[in-house]
Structures are given as structure tokens and as C-alpha cells.
């Protein structure tokens, strides 16, 4: 048994660090609050790093880099709170492409999007598809060479400033509902798209897109007609490779801690004298360490070429979970200051915890809510059986 | 005991159902979210007479209990109506209680002017409930009770739970001090509490009605939601959380107003209480709305919001815990 | 609105205290420690106040005490950690009886069970059937005048020290099993019923009740042939009436601090001092007081004739799970101490903390488990439909 | 990183797993419950060299790290096997550290004297792990640590968690001081929490199969029990506590032996973190037992009661809370 990380990866992590000094300015902070967690000027920096290509395996001709060092560079871009879901999209995009793209998409995709000149955007997610994803009834339907495509897909978070979306299809709705399924990247110029902004409570900015007679040709297709829910399964097989660390309450604690050195209390202490303050610092650090373990698994499986164990799942639904609860914690204790937001004159550390709150509900449901992740724990894990 | 409405407060409850459903949608709610008051709403409640209506007929008053002035903020709870009703009515109480010749009583029965109170003791530069939009403030300063008018700021500082909040520099408003007990002040935050309790309780028994419809109009793999049985049992907890919230908050509420030994505890154990319900009836539907839950388009978002951020203008519940702690377990009074 | 209890309630809250205080001596609460909470002495002085009778509602020719004062009365008799279980049943069985019973059993059994006289068991649950009471597959099959019992059940508390059992069995194999039933009160020294000890890691002391060819007469039957259902139904009806009061933080909140106050902490503090220990007592409190609530207003409901709302439900959800809760804060703010079991040297208040602890888990199981509660709650309350 | 038993790891677990498995079934656990003690038992243990293998080979152990230590206490913790291992080994540990040639080393080596610590400092008659049976305790008054052997009480005070545990008088003991730093007394607690925590995973791990297998055999509404969809998210729960649990229960081990910078609060933080699992999952998987669950005669009670009872040795939570709060917060470490 062996928890500590190779000398490569500590290095990696003074060069990661290093590099978010640099790079990791107000500016681009800042650029993050109009809603978009992505910075083109910063995404294009790690690029250039090589840090894109890096997660992609070098079985498929990418970087292929340790994905314990992939882990690294997430757990200190997310402790840094940087722009980081461009990334996420781009590594899983370029990946599924190389192991189930045609030449042309190989070509015209891959290179822009690892290179971090192009940004594309997941577009699974539909009005009445949330977590039963292969319920999609956005249709595509073949017309010599071309497909037409109509319909319409929620949550297509960047696709205001992206330049693809990795858009799931129905083309048979004969057979049973993930066998009629077929993925497209398709260019978000093609006309017929419409892209309508979804505001939400947290500062986030998603979108819904529209496709009504959208156009495209049968080499922007990838994988087979009707064959949709093996790229899906790529697709999720990849994600692991680069979500090991799901660390949002690090952050957090940083900023709790802050809040709770300020915020004064009778007898002029502050919070951080509350033994109540204290010990619930102390849990989320707790929680934190046991997040941490599920993450270095998941990306220790990962670098064991072991792509699918079920620490993805807990990781994920005990991060969400923990990451709420904290959340609520660590609001409450400010009390009346504690409501004031993000930018608002005199707001506790900026309002990042009134920030941290309102974002929280969302990690518990995208990419899989903890309902759908808990029945997956007790039917894949614990074996038991399917009502 | 008769723990149901009786036929007179049954028709006033309707009176207010009727009012605050017609009167304040979901869309009277967005538009005042920078603001976090509706004044011409406040005007038409006016109208009601809900605003003067629990302080004293002696001071022009309409003489009504707390326990119908709750059901007018029950139903603020469940529509989240930006009207500062808990705040006005517990100041203009204070106020009659201490000074019922006061020259300002006239325009608080009125209307005309808002009135509220600072929740903490010795902080001039405080956070304070609709302090945005007050015209008058009643505050502590050690044992004395202060009154000062003017100088509303009616900017507000954005906040969570879209409330009209604002610091108020208490020692720059034209002040005066209250003759009278500073134990009276107690009895006034006491009432806050536990009309804080209630229009909790109506917005958690909203936010659940908003789940419970969701999950049998959604269906996912074919089925309706709500027949999963996990997001039963959530929802079956969360409404065993309100409704015991909602008797807890209803016997605080009767505590004060017959004056009960508990008086002073009770609408604290209810505040933590029905904040704790509250939110977790939100968190709970807007879980199972899935992402739609987090879109500002649907309403639950309002609610979670409101759950987390309405009790927090009181105080961390942390040091109101250990208050509650000297006052029960020195005198074993469980 | 008003929760304030009548005068004549008030007055009989001091007459309970003082029955309690003449009554329940060392002794008694000393004989519940063989694990049967009962004890036929003080039973009998409680029958003899006409208290058994008062929960019998009028109607039915009881004594029917305002529910008001019932709850009074269990609320004190709790408060006191008083041997109750045995009233519970008698009150129920009795109440049955006058409903749908035959002058046969009217004559016989109610006279001394209402009087203390005599004791009653339930015979519901089986090996196979907890929660779904209605599979009973205990079998009584007609012969002549005669019925013949073949069967086993489970969890027939007191039994040992009981009368009669109110036997649930089937009677039609061939229709849907909740149409199928039929109810006996079976006297226990009915030839062919072995009695054995079921102990459990509270100190409770239950039974499994095991019926080899038991021949009863047909007068013994209680309701309908192939009526069980609407028995079953009966009882719940009643049981409102006197289970208002399910206290047992209540109890555990005295303990609790009792125990803190003894338990030494650092710098000369005791538990007591401390603020976490403090917020748990509070919260303990709390929760006991939204208890009360539910149980004032099923009390009212029942006072008004009004038979099922859904606070009795809640009633017993939210104070089984918070009663687990408490037991965990209690025993665990003793650290190593709290290990120590009832009647052991050194054990903090007696080792009833641990005792708490050990019986808290059977709360959220029998009379309906915390699953099946949030079903009815869900469906009866919030009309889910059935999955 | 390497996040998996290696292939010398796997054989030792394998000798492990045989052992308790094979010797150690909930007959041998009940008939244990009054002494908390199987002497026989103890003594096959010896005969593998798990009671001395994690001493130094310097003073005739067995040279192994605790992360191997681990293995056996995990499987102890899945049988619930009524042995002092965990004291035993930090204790030996411990005085092979201060006095690799104090006389009384080689019974401990032996297995033949049974050692402990006290783990509170400072109170010279406090409760004691293993304290009815071991020849020999460590303990700590101020900056001096001690030893005392003699005088084992022999019997037990009934507990809990049917454990070995007794009061002694330290003052009372043929006592010496040892020389070395009071600190190396802290490594010793820490290692007992680690192992701790190690017990309470295998624990939680075997109390959450109980609960698996049952809800796949038990019927109720003709349907199997383990296709409830709450159920099935209880279970889930608990299995996500349990695996988190090891997984820093074993990070906690692995800082220990390679002496990392938190080589003194992880172990902390997998105690406080496992207890909480442990019971979390031997709660639910009772709880979904039935009444059964509650029988004397069903093993998920043992477990249970194991689960609360543990680490309950160690003291109060709320305290090690604070104590971890002063060593992380003031340093900011995480």
C-alpha cells in the first residue's frame, strides 16, 4: 500500500503551481463571474502545456500522461478555483474522437480542441431527458449524404462561445430506446442553431439549443448509426481519467476559515473561537481526507489501466453530498452577514460562501444525480437486484 | 386544546389566502428581487389592515393576537411576498407597548411609514431587517431601548434570500430612549422568532407542494418520478419536518399570547426548527426537479433561497443554541 | 388555536404524579429488569383508578376518558419510565372486544383484563411477516364448533406472563391475503402452545409463540370469518387513543444531563460545560417539543372523534429517529464510561444511557418500521401514487 | 502510488482471513461476551506471530510495519474476535521504543503477558482497554510515561461491547518511569487509532454484508425486501461511509509507517470518520433486519453494539474534535 505520489508528480505539482501563479490572475477570475467557468486566454496557456493532450491516452495518440499527474494538476487548478470545465469537455471530446472518430472529425476536431483554439460542448441533456439520458428524442434522419436534425438539448453549458457540441440523436426510434441512438459533433455555426441562455441561482450560465432542419454531413458522425450509447460509454470511461479530483470543498474551508477569523462574535472573539465553528471546519477537513482517498483511487485504478471502478461513484455522490452540507455550515455561522453576495460592500470573503451555497444544489444533480448514483452503487457494488 | 382554526380565524385565513395568492405570484416575487419590497403590494395590505393589525385598539390599532396576525404571515411564508410584515408588526407592538403616545404610532398604524428592529444588542453598524426600506428602527443598546427615525437608505446590499438589507448606522439616526424594561425588548424578539417560525413554516409547506407536484408530472425511464420510492421517503420527511415545524411554531405563537411560562423559549426552538424544516423541504424539491431545480425559471429556487436566508438576519444559531442552553438546562425546564 | 390543557386535565396530571409517587416504587421499576415492561402490581393499582377503563371509549360501554387526559396520563406515566406495555395492549384488546366481539368474550375477557386481572398478548407478527402482516400463514381451520390453530408467531411480548393472545390467522388460503384472515383471543393455557424466550440486546425479554393442533371453540372467534382485516383496522383505530404519548427522549434528556453533570472533563469542567454537549441537550429538547406537538394533536383529533390524521404517523417516525439520535449523543459524550451497562459499578446514572441505547433501535421497527411509516406518509398524506 | 495490497500483502491477508474466519464465528464471539477474552483463542493467534509482528526485530519481533499489523486487525474487526491485538501490539510497540531491553519484552513477544496502554493521560483510574486482562499498562502522567505490571482484576465490568475493559489503578501498579519523550506517547495513541479505525472497517464492512445477504433472502409484499429502492440507498449510504472509511483508515496506516507531516491527525480523523461509518452501517443493516435485528440471537447486534462501543475507549468525540481543530486550524494544514 503506497498513498504518496511519485517524484515525477510532486514536481509536476511545483510546475502546476507555478503555472497558476502565473497565469491564474484576477482578470481571469473575474472573466469566470459573468457565468462560464472557462477562460479562453487561460485555457489556451494549458494547451500550450501540453496539459489538454496530456489526459488523452497515448493508446489513441494523445499525451497519455500519468493520470495520477492528471490528478495533480486538477486537485491544484480546483483548489485555485480555476476555469476548468472548458478542459473537462475538450479531453473527453478529443478522446472519443480518436477512438471512435472517422478520419475527417480526427483531423478537423482533435487538433484545434487539444490545441485549445476550439471549445466544444456536451449536448446530451434534453427538456424531458435528465438523468434517463437515452430517452433523447432530438432526431436526426438521413438524407443522402447529409443528416437533418431537429430538436432540442438543455444544459448545453458553453455553447454561447463554443465551437462544437457532441450532440446525442435519435435515428431509430423502433428499437429499444439506447439502441436507436447516434452521436454527432456538430459545428455550432451549422445554420439552424439557437442558442438561448439558461440562467441559474447559482452564478453559473448554462444554455438550451435548438435545432430546427440543421444540416450537417455524415463525416461529422461519430461512431456507428444507431451505435450512440457505446460513445457514450467511451465518453464516461474517459471522464475518469480526468474527475478524479472533485475537491470544491477545499476551496471552501479556505474561504470558512477566512470568514470565521473575521466575523466577530461576543466578547469580542470571533467565529473561529466557536468550538461549534471549529469542529465543523474540522469535518469538512475530515470529509475532504475521505474524498481525497476515493479520488487517488479512482486515478490510481486509472494508471493500473482499470478504467471503471465504483470510487468514481462514491467520490461523486460523497463530495456532493458533503460539499452541500458544508455549504450550509459554513454560511450559517456569519449569520446576517453571511447573506450578503458575491460583490456586495462588506460581504464576508467577497461572498464566496453565499456563492459556494448557491452552487452547491447543482453538484448533487449534473452529471448524475445522487439518487441515480446510489441505485448504481447498490446494483453494481452491492449486487442488489433491479425492482 | 383545540389545536385547529376556530371559525373566525378560518375566515380570516381565507381573507389572507385569498390576498396574498391574488395579490403576489411567483412574478410580483422576481420583480421585487433587487429591491426585495413591493410597495404598492404594501399599500393593498394596508388596505387589509393587516399591518396595524395586532397592535393595541388603544393606539389605533386592530387589537388582533399574534395568532391572526400569523395567519397573515403564513401565508407571506408560502408566497414569499417582499412586505415587511414580521418586522413592522413586532416594532409597532414594541412601540405601543413602551410608548403609546409616541408621535410616530400614527403613521406606523397607517402605514405610511415602515417600521423594524436591529435583532442584535450593542451594534450601531448592523445588518438589519428591511433596514433598506425603515423609516423607523427600535434597537438595544445595554439595557436601554432606542427609537430613531429617518435616513432609510433604500439602496439595497444584494443578498441571498433578496431581502430589503441594510447596514444602519444606528448612532446617526435621530434618537431617542424608551422608558421601560429592557426585558420588554426580549418579549419583542421573541415575537420575531416565532412570526419567523411561521412564515418559514409557509414557505417549506410551499416548497414541498412544489416538489410533491413535480415528481408526478416528471417522468424519467418510463416512469413517474414520484412513484420511486427513495423520493417518497424524502418527501415524506420533509413534510413530517414542517408539519411538526408548523405545531411547534402555532403553540410559540400561543405561548406569547397567553403569556405561558415558555414563552421566551419556545418561539427560539421553533425559529431553529422551522429554519432546519424549511430548508430541508426546499433542498428536497429542488433535488428532485433535477437540474431545472438550479434554472432561475422555476420557482423552487426562490424558496431554497428564502429557507436559508430568512432565519440568518436573526443570528448563527450556534450562539443562539447556547442562550437557549443557560436559559433550559440551569433551570431543568423540559 | 389553543393548547392549553383543561383544568380537569391539569388536575389529573397532579393525581398521576401522585399515584406515581406512591406507586411506582424501587421495586417496580426494579422488576422491569428481567426485560418485561410490566408489572402486575402497579397494573392492577392503575385498573383500580378506572385508568385502563378510561381509554376505552364510551361508546363501546368503557369509561371514556377525554384523550386529552389519557395523553396525561401516558405522557407522565412515561416521563417516569413507568411499565406500560401491558395497559397498552389491554386497552386495545379490551376496546376490540366491545367493538366487534361476541358476549362471549365480552363477558369473559373484558371484565378482567380492564380490571388487571388478567393480561393480553399480540399474536400478529410471524417469522415471515413483519411489516406485511397480512401474509400470516398461521393456520385455524374449522372442525365442528372447533377451531384448530397450527402456526407460529413472533414477537409475542409478555405472552410468558399473559392470559390470552389476540391471534391473527388465516382462515382462506384462496382469496387475497388480506381476505383471508380471521381473529381469536386464545387463552394460553389453551393445550398445544409452547411459550420460548426471544431475548434481544436491549434488556427487553419478547417471545415465539408456537400453536400444535390448538382446538379453541368457535366463541373464542373476535370479528367476521375471513374479517380480520377490519379487526386489524379496529385496533389501529384505537391504538391513537392511548399511544399519543411516545416520550421516551424525554426520559433520556433527564439522564442526560444527570450524567454530564458527573462526567469529568478537562481543566475540572465537567461534560456539562461543554457547548457541544449543550446544543445536544437543546436540540434533544427541541425535539421533544415538536413530539409534543404531534402528540397533543393526535390527542385533540382523537378528542374531536376524528380517528386517523396523519400525526400519529409522523409521530412515530419523527420520535423513533430522534430517539436513535439522542442515544448516540448521550452514550457517546461519556467517552469510555458510557460503556458501562446497567447495574454495573461505576456505570454513569446507573447505566441507563447504554440501556437507552440499546432498546432505541426496536422503536423505528416495531408498530410499523420508519420505511412503512414513510410510505403512508407519502401516500395516504402527500398522495403519491404506488410505484 | 499504489492503492491495492501487493502480492506479499495479499498471501499474509489470505493467512488472516483464514485464521478468523476459520477460528472465530459468532459462537466463539457470544460465548466470549462475559470476558471479552478468548484465552485459547489468544494463544493460536501467538502461534501465527501476529502478537509480536509488528515489534521490532531488534528486540525478537517480527519486523512488520503496522500497514501489515493492519491486515490481521481488519480481519478482526470483521469477525468481531474477542482479543486485546490492538493495545497488545501499540503497547509492545511502544516499550520496544522507550526499552528495547526492559525484562518484561519478552513475555510480550511471547504473547505469554498480555500489554496495554491507558489512553488518557493523567487519571490514574480510569477505564482500560483489555484493562480485566493485561499483565502490563502504559500510560502517561504529565511528561512521564510509565509502566506498571501485576494485578490484572481478571474480571470484567459488563460493557457494551462485550469488552475485556476494566478500571485500573495505575497508582497502584508496580510502577517505573520510562525515559524518552512524552511525545513518543502520542505515535503510540495515534497508532491505536489507526488500528482503531482499521477494526471499526472491517466491522462496518461485515455489517453491511449482513445487511446485503438479508435483504436478498427476506420477502415481505411478495417481493424481496432488497429490491425497495430505499433500501437500496440505505445500503448504498453505508457501503459509500465504509469504503471511505478505508480508504483513510489505510492512508492514516500508511502515514504512520512512512512518517508523514500528519502522520499524528490522520489516524484522529479515520477513528472519528469510521465510528461514525461503522455504526452508520451497522445501523442501517440492522435496521433493515427487522425486529430480527434486535434478537440477541441475529449477529448484526453484535456488531452494533461493537460499532457504538469501539471507540468509545478512546473518550468523547466533541474533545478530539477540538484537539484536531487546534492542531489544523491554527496551521492551516489541509
Redesign the interface.
Not at chain 2, 446590499?157 to 434570500?161: E, I, V
Not at chain 2, 417522468?219 to 413517474?224: A, I, S
Not at chain 2, 431545480?293 to 425559471?297: H, I, Q, R
Not at chain 2, 440568518?312 to 450562539?319: E, L, N
Given at each position: 500500500m503506497d498513498f504518496s505520489f511519485t517524484p515525477e508528480a510532486e514536481a509536476f505539482r511545483v510546475e502546476v503551481k507555478a503555472f497558476i501563479a502565473e497565469h491564474l490572475t484576477p482578470d481571469v477570475l473575474e472573466s469566470t463571474r459573468e457565468g462560464t467557468i472557462h477562460n479562453q486566454g487561460f485555457h489556451k496557456k494549458m494547451a500550450e502545456r501540453g496539459w489538454l493532450n496530456g489526459a488523452v491516452p497515448a493508446e489513441l495518440g494523445g499525451g497519455g500522461r500519468d493520470p495520477l499527474e492528471m490528478l495533480v494538476l486538477v486537485e491544484e487548478l480546483q483548489l485555485a478555483g480555476a476555469p476548468i470545465d472548458g478542459m473537462g469537455v475538450a479531453v473527453i471530446v478529443a478522446a472519443i474522437v480518436l477512438e471512435l472518430g472517422n478520419d475527417h472529425l480526427k483531423e478537423t476536431v482533435v487538433p484545434p480542441i487539444i490545441g485549445g483554439d476550439a471549445l466544444c460542448s456536451f449536448g446530451y441533456?434534453e427538456p424531458?431527458?435528465?438523468?434517463?439520458v437515452a430517452?433523447a428524442t432530438t432526431v436526426a434522419v438521413q438524407d443522402g449524404d447529409e443528416w437533418v436534425i431537429n430538436g432540442q438539448k438543455?444544459?448545453t453549458t458553453m455553447a454561447h462561445i463554443a465551437d462544437y457540441v457532441l450532440l446525442l440523436t435519435r435515428t431509430n426510434p423502433d428499437v429499444p430506446k439506447h439502441k436507436g441512438l447516434t452521436f454527432f459533433i456538430v459545428p455550432l455555426d451549422t445554420p439552424g442553431i439557437e442558442i438561448q441562455p439558461?440562467?441559474?441561482?447559482?452564478t453559473e450560465r448554462s444554455n438550451a439549443t435548438f435545432y430546427d432542419n440543421v444540416r450537417i454531413g455524415d463525416e461529422w458522425r461519430i461512431g456507428d448509426v444507431d451505435g450512440g450509447w457505446a460513445v457514450m460509454k467511451a465518453g464516461l470511461k474517459f471522464e475518469r481519467g480526468i474527475a478524479g479530483g472533485q475537491f470544491p470543498s477545499a476551496m471552501l474551508i479556505d474561504a470558512a476559515i477566512a470568514a470565521a477569523e473575521a466575523a466577530p462574535?461576543?466578547d469580542d472573539a470571533t467565529?473561529i473561537d466557536?468550538p461549534?465553528?471549529r469542529e465543523q471546519i474540522v469535518r469538512a477537513m475530515i470529509d475532504l481526507e475521505v474524498a481525497r482517498g476515493f479520488a487517488y483511487k479512482t486515478a490510481f485504478l486509472a494508471s493500473q489501466g482499470v478504467m471503471f471502478g465504483v470510487e468514481g461513484s462514491m467520490l461523486k455522490l460523497f463530495v456532493a453530498e458533503a460539499y452541500?452540507k458544508h455549504t450550509?455550515w459554513f454560511?450559517?455561522?456569519?449569520?446576517?452577514?453571511?447573506?450578503?453576495?458575491?460583490?456586495?460592500?462588506?460581504?464576508p470573503v467577497g461572498g464566496h460562501l453565499?456563492e459556494h451555497?448557491?452552487h452547491a444544489?447543482?453538484t448533487?444533480?449534473?452529471g448524475g444525480?445522487?439518487?441515480i448514483t446510489?441505485n448504481l452503487i447498490a446494483g453494481a457494488h452491492l449486487g442488489l437486484p433491479r425492482s | 386544546?383545540?389545536?385547529?382554526?376556530?371559525d373566525d380565524?378560518e375566515a380570516i385565513d381565507e381573507v389572507f389566502s385569498n390576498f396574498f395568492t391574488s395579490e403576489c405570484g411567483p412574478e410580483t416575487v422576481r420583480e421585487a428581487a433587487s429591491t426585495g419590497f413591493d410597495r404598492a403590494l404594501w399599500d393593498r395590505l394596508g388596505q387589509t389592515g393587516a399591518a396595524a393589525m395586532s397592535a393595541p385598539e388603544s393606539v389605533g390599532g386592530g387589537g388582533a393576537d399574534l395568532?391572526t396576525l400569523a395567519l397573515a404571515v403564513g401565508h407571506l411564508g408560502r408566497t414569499l411576498a417582499p412586505l415587511p410584515l414580521i418586522e413592522h408588526a413586532v416594532a409597532t407592538r414594541l412601540l405601543a407597548r413602551l410608548a403609546p403616545d409616541h408621535a410616530l404610532l400614527a403613521s406606523l398604524i397607517e402605514g405610511t411609514a415602515i417600521a423594524t428592529l436591529a435583532?442584535?444588542s450593542d451594534n450601531p453598524q448592523?445588518?438589519v431587517p428591511a433596514g433598506a426600506i425603515a423609516d423607523v428602527v427600535l434597537w438595544r443598546t445595554g439595557d436601554e431601548i432606542r427609537i430613531g427615525s429617518g435616513g432609510a437608505p433604500g439602496e439595497v446590499?444584494?443578498?441571498?434570500?433578496d431581502?430589503p438589507?441594510n447596514?444602519r448606522n444606528l448612532d446617526e439616526l435621530c434618537t431617542e430612549t424608551l422608558s421601560g424594561d429592557s426585558e420588554t425588548f426580549d418579549l419583542a424578539i421573541a415575537e420575531w422568532q416565532a412570526l419567523m417560525a411561521t412564515a418559514l413554516v409557509g414557505s417549506g409547506f410551499a416548497a414541498l407542494k412544489l416538489g410533491?407536484d413535480y415528481?408526478?408530472e416528471r417522468?424519467?425511464?418510463?416512469?413517474?418520478i414520484?412513484?420511486?420510492?427513495?423520493?417518497?421517503?424524502g418527501?415524506?420527511?420533509a413534510?413530517?419536518g414542517v408539519?411538526?415545524?408548523d405545531?411547534?411554531a402555532?403553540?410559540a405563537?400561543?405561548?406569547l399570547d397567553?403569556d405561558q411560562p415558555n414563552a421566551l423559549t419556545?418561539p427560539s426552538?421553533a425559529m431553529?426548527?422551522a429554519a432546519e424544516s424549511a430548508?430541508s423541504s426546499a433542498?428536497t424539491s429542488?433535488?428532485y426537479h433535477?437540474?431545472y431545480?438550479?434554472?432561475?425559471?422555476y420557482d423552487i429556487?426562490l424558496y431554497?433561497?428564502r429557507a436559508?436566508?430568512w432565519p440568518?438576519?436573526?443570528?448563527?444559531?450556534?450562539?443562539e443554541?447556547?442562550r437557549?442552553?443557560d436559559l433550559?438546562?440551569t433551570t431543568?425546564a423540559?
Open positions: 441533456t424531458d431527458s435528465g438523468s434517463d430517452a438543455m444544459w439558461v440562467h441559474t441561482m447559482g462574535r461576543a467565529a466557536d461549534r465553528v452541500k450550509q454560511l450559517e455561522m456569519l449569520g446576517s452577514e453571511g447573506l450578503l453576495s458575491l460583490d456586495t460592500p462588506g460581504a453565499d451555497f448557491r444544489p447543482v448533487s444533480i449534473y444525480t445522487s439518487e446510489r | 386544546m383545540f389545536i385547529r382554526l376556530t380565524e395568532g435583532l442584535q448592523q445588518l446590499l444584494n443578498n441571498l434570500a431581502l438589507l447596514r410533491v415528481v408526478q417522468y424519467q425511464f418510463d416512469k413517474l414520484g412513484t420511486f420510492q427513495s423520493l417518497q421517503h418527501l415524506a420527511d413534510s413530517t408539519e411538526g415545524a405545531l411547534l402555532k403553540r405563537i400561543w405561548a397567553t419556545l426552538m431553529i426548527f430548508l433542498a429542488l433535488q433535477g437540474g431545480g438550479f434554472a432561475e425559471e429556487q431554497y433561497r436559508k436566508g440568518m438576519q436573526y443570528g448563527p444559531v450556534g450562539p443554541l447556547q437557549l442552553a433550559l438546562i431543568g423540559h
